[in-house]
């Protein structure tokens, strides 16, 4: 086989880190399939324009004839899955796309995946790998002093995004038990760094500060969220792809227990130090409680135990080092906040933020 992976959804948030990272310590060539929904983002890749090893095909992880060509022209040793629609908001809005992409694209891509494994000479057919990136929002909310989710936990998925994901990883876990592929998933927390879209809580809570609007925080803020910094999570799934337990999960956290109020509060006082209001009161003046999410969860935290243990991955950076590092990024790069936020982005901002009072 030769040394390319395939990776879906590498426009977007995560993804994007992850061959940007990934590049920056490996020779393999990446196909780096997107459709670039809004949420994928071009300028992410930026730093790998005119570099061979990275082939970008605009494309949906459900068009099974472009899925089938890209495994048989660059027979890749792998596959990272991170393409999906990943905003529970959007979820609750407009689920349609939640199921085409997250489950039947999740789907075609695992059949395109199999037919391609059922060809490779046995030799090769160890090796490959189908790793799945999924979320610790599938194991549904936790009460106050219920322990983190652990592997074993039940799916008790709560939002049409959770649900999604949950069936797309049951349909990973299915290929390995009745095919014998040789599949991996992977659950995280809460992720935070560069390039992630401002719908999201952290980032959206920056770029609203700086264009002086409201901040606004749903219910009465005391929703719990483990929160990890992008990169480890990238560091994380590497190892996995590198030395995980074929059929096994994965999962993947920082430790860190946060309400989500606190990260509204050490996000204003980071700005406050950096970037501090014309009117000398801290951004803290801008946070505005809003009605709460429908079916929001409570809780979610993870026990990180068993890729610490069998894998030796541990986090490198704390919340406090990882989050300077992000109110930073996002000081340093007005123009990436200003290109996402086209008409599209405002139109969202309308639906989402205008029937909450
Ligand atoms: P994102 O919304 O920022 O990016 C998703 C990317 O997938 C975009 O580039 C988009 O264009 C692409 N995409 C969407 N539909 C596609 C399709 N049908 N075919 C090809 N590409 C498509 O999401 P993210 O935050 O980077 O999350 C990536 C993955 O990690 C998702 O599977 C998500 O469920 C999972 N995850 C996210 C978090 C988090 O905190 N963001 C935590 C745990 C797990
Ligand atoms: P989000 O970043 O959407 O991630 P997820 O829902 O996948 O956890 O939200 C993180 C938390 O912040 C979640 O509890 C919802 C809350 N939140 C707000 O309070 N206000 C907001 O404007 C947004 C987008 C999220």
Redesign the pocket.
Known sequence: MNKAIIV??????????FVNDWLAQSDTTVIN?????????ME?LAALEGDGRHVFVK?????SALVSELFSKYQPYAVV???????VDRSIHSPE?FI???IV?TFRLLEAARTYWNGLPESDKGDFRFL??????VYGSLKKNDPPFSETNRYEPNSP?SAS?AA?DHLVRAYHHTYGMPVLT???????GP???PE?LIPLLIANALADKVLPVYGDGQQIRDW?Y?SD?CAGIRRVLEAGRVGETYN?GGWNEMANIDIVHIVCDLLDESRPRADGKSYREQITFVTDRPGHDRRYAIDATKIERELGWKPAETFQTGIRKTVAWYLANPEWVANVQSGAYRDWLEKNYSERS
């Open positions: 879906t959804g590498g426009a977007g948030f995560i993804g994007s880190n399939l997107d459709c670039l929904t809004y949420a994928g983002n992410n494309g949906g992880i459900g068009d899955n991170f393409a999906a629609e990943s905003h796309d085409q992409t997250n694209g799945h990136v999924s979320t610790d929002e995004y994901k797309s992977t659950n995280c927390s809460n992720n935070y390039f992630h879209f999201k990890l992008v999570h993947i």
